[in-house]
């Protein structure tokens, strides 16, 4: 039997977002339906212009289909214009100032005016209430407002408890759930007992409302495995695994799994069955990410709960747990990113180093630092059926464990994978895998760390990933 890890027994401060301006309304933005030649004009509250785009009916270039300068030329004078910027692929230009927009459309070498919507690139959501309160240093110290890419077009299947939908911060994130319940016991797809589905699955990808995520433009696939009383098979994880990558996911995060004696016929049986399907999903373009566990113990070793699983299967990219060093006070004296936020968290798994027996903790994330103190744990999602604390739909608390940290990497992992324009592969994995550790943030060289590093989003998006 396989169980999600322990929660550390960090803060449990459960925290209620301020009301601010209802997300849900909003314009929708429809435009009336006019004759096929009508230029639609930019009213209040419509996205801002850099002029009119204008269609030609004129034969284009011959070369590349621009328009043609000399048409160019001369509408720009019916519409008032000094001048136009023809487009050099498309029939059209761009005419700006004081236009004539009538003229136009009456010219019959015009086939239709159309305003040129300017369209900004979405900002980190740094208007998020935790964030702007200072608390997610978990997201200042990986860079993840400084990521060139925000996982657009990007997919994290989270294997784990329920996610809440219906949350603010995830409302329109899953895209796609299932349950899997062993009979004779059932739950419904998005079942969140304790809240551990929803604050993952929100670390991840968010709407930034109350928080911030490392990948807030990714959507969420969401595979139940935990039921009532949250214990969760070998085989409906690797059934849940399966799911996820024959149906599309980018990134397998697995917040959840078991110690092990290396060695024993448990830990060869499981471990040969979470390879297999871990090759399978990576065969099929899935990078697969698991947390470490928190027991604080080095693995890999041949020791009694020295080993771990899924997080140590071949292939599995294993993460582990960094915190605030443990004096450190709120609020925080130093801002992140500092080295003061790089400690070993004290429940995490850490790299023994022995590379014989196999990778071990791959890279490491923010955690948590196993306190009291909310703000130095990692602040996400919590969902109605954890308690009368979480009874609303806009509520977050924090807590610590390699779970918590575990998000953190498929969230980069889906960030790095939104760099490459080609079909989901094993080449495509192993380029976003070697992306992750080679732009780490180094940790020191010795124990705990053993030269791993931990994430850091902006380098993983802007430098140069050979593959990618």
């Not at 771990?308 to 060093?325: H, I, K, M, Q, S």
């Not at 992992?413 to 080679?438: D, F, K, M």
Request: hydrophobic share 45%; glycine share 10%.
């Amino acid at each position: 039997m396989t169980a999600r890890p322990a929660l550390s027994a960090g803060a449990l401060l459960v925290l209620a977002a301020s009301a601010c301006a209802d997300p849900t309304a909003a314009s929708d933005g429809a435009m009336p339906v006019g004759t096929p030649r009508a230029a639609v004009l930019p009213s209040a509250g419509d996205p801002a212009t850099d002029g009119y785009l204008v269609f030609l009916t004129t034969p284009a270039t011959a070369r590349t289909k621009g328009a043609d300068p000399a048409a160019v030329a001369a509408l720009a004078k019916v519409a008032g214009a000094e001048s136009g910027v023809a487009l050099g692929y498309v029939n059209a230009f761009v005419v700006r100032g004081a236009v004539n927009v009538a003229a136009l459309e009456a010219d019959p070498r015009v086939a239709r005016v159309a305003p040129n919507s300017m369209y900004q690139k979405l900002a980190y959501p740094t208007t998020a209430l935790f964030w702007r309160r200072n608390w997610q240093w978990n997201m200042r110290q990986i860079r993840a407002e400084q990521a060139a890419t925000a996982g657009a077009g990007r997919t994290v299947c989270v294997i784990d408890g329920g996610v809440n939908k219906n949350h603010v911060d995830l409302a329109g994130k899953v895209v796609q759930e299932r349950a899997f319940p062993v009979a004779p016991q059932t739950w419904a797809p998005d079942d969140d007992l304790d809240s551990h589905g929803s604050h993952v699955g929100s670390t991840v990808t968010s709407n930034g409302i109350g928080v911030a995520s490392v990948a807030p433009e990714a959507k969420l696939m969401n595979a139940n495995v935990f039921g009532p009383n949250s214990g969760v098979s070998v085989a409906q994880v690797v059934d849940a695994m399966a799911w996820c990558s024959t149906n599309g996911a980018d990134v397998i995060n697995m917040s959840l799994g078991g110690t092990r004696r290396r060695g024993t016929a448990a830990w060869v049986a499981d471990s040969t069955t979470y390879t297999n399907a871990t090759q399978a999903a990576r065969a099929l373009g899935t990078v697969v990410i698991a947390a470490a566990g928190n027991s604080p113990v080095a693995i890999p070793s041949t020791a009694a709960n020295g080993a771990f699983l899924p997080a140590e299967a071949t292939g599995v990219v294993a993460v582990g747990a960094t915190a605030p060093a443990p004096a450190t006070t709120f609020p925080f004296a130093t801002p992140a990113p500092a080295a003061l936020y790089d400690a070993i968290a004290s429940y995490s798994a850490r790299n023994s180093g022995n590379d014989a027996l196999g990778r071990g903790v791959a890279i490491y994330a923010p955690g948590g630092n196993n306190t009291f103190r909310a703000q130095n744990n990692i602040t996400a999602a919590c969902a109605p059926s954890s308690g009368p604390a979480c009874s609303t739909g806009d509520r977050y608390f924090s807590i610590s464990g390699t779970s918590m940290a575990s998000p953190h990497v498929a969230g980069v992992a889906a960030l790095i994978s939104s760099r490459t324009a080609g079909a989901r592969s094993l080449a495509r994995v192993q380029a976003i895998e070697a992306c992750l550790l080679a732009t780490a943030d180094a940790l020191p060289a010795g124990a705990p760390f053993f030269g791993r590093g931990r994430i850091n989003a902006r380098r993983a998006t802007t430098e140069a990933c050979p593959g990618l």
